[in-house]
């Protein structure tokens, strides 16, 4: 199995610096124009289904790339955003004020009413249990999520060849595909799309 992950398209709230975890702000014009240029960028690449977050943003930034293809975009409560807690809709320099620690990494927030990484990762691994299930062991499925949940996703199932093969990759950028696939017993990083940001 091969899995797309695509984090959403710049939204208002990534416009004007404001946190989302489990509230959503919609796509801005750049945001769709990101989609449409990641619908470009994967058009040669087959895909068999594709699911995304509750959220409006990853769902409609999986609805966007996958235009033209008969592939309905199915919701799953796991794939939402880390929860922020208290700080949902406050700016992100406030946010950082309480929580940074000099690393660019995910913080536990459950101290704030929101989640830690490990609550994020536990509910993504339930979520990805059900894909065999559902889908050929040849599949190719997009998930559309979010930056940091992504991030925890990416490096719990492919870290090791994530960081020996693109040792720069930090975060998912606005409108970045991250294409993992199934080898030799796990999952491997294969290749990162970006659009220009």
């Not at 989640?115 to 993504?124: I, K, L």
Request: proline content about 3%; aromatic content about 10%.
């Amino acid at each position: 199995m091969r899995l797309i992950l695509v984090r959403h398209g710049e939204t208002w709230f990534n416009q004007v610096g404001l946190t989302q975890g489990w509230c959503d702000s919609p796509l801005t014009e750049k945001g769709q124009a990101q989609a449409r240029r990641l619908k470009e960028l994967l058009a040669d690449m087959k895909i068999d289904a594709a699911y995304s977050s509750l959220s409006e943003r990853a769902y409609d930034t999986a609805c966007i790339v996958l235009e033209g293809r008969d592939i309905p975009v199915e919701r799953d409560r796991r794939l939402k955003e880390l929860n922020f807690g208290k700080f949902e809709g406050f700016p992100n320099s406030f946010r950082m004020d309480f929580v940074w620690d000099g690393h660019r990494r995910e913080h536990d927030y459950r101290q704030y009413g929101g989640e830690a990484p490990q609550d994020v990762v536990d509910r993504e691994l339930e979520f990805l249990e059900r894909l065999p299930q559902e889908n050929a062991a040849d599949s190719t499925v997009l998930i559309a999520g979010h930056g940091a949940s992504l991030r925890l996703l990416v490096f719990h199932l492919a870290g090791e060849s994530l960081r020996e093969k693109f040792p720069k990759f930090e975060f998912f950028h606005n409108a970045t595909a991250i294409v993992l696939s199934w080898e030799n017993g796990r999952f491997e990083a294969e290749q990162i799309i970006e659009v220009e940001r």
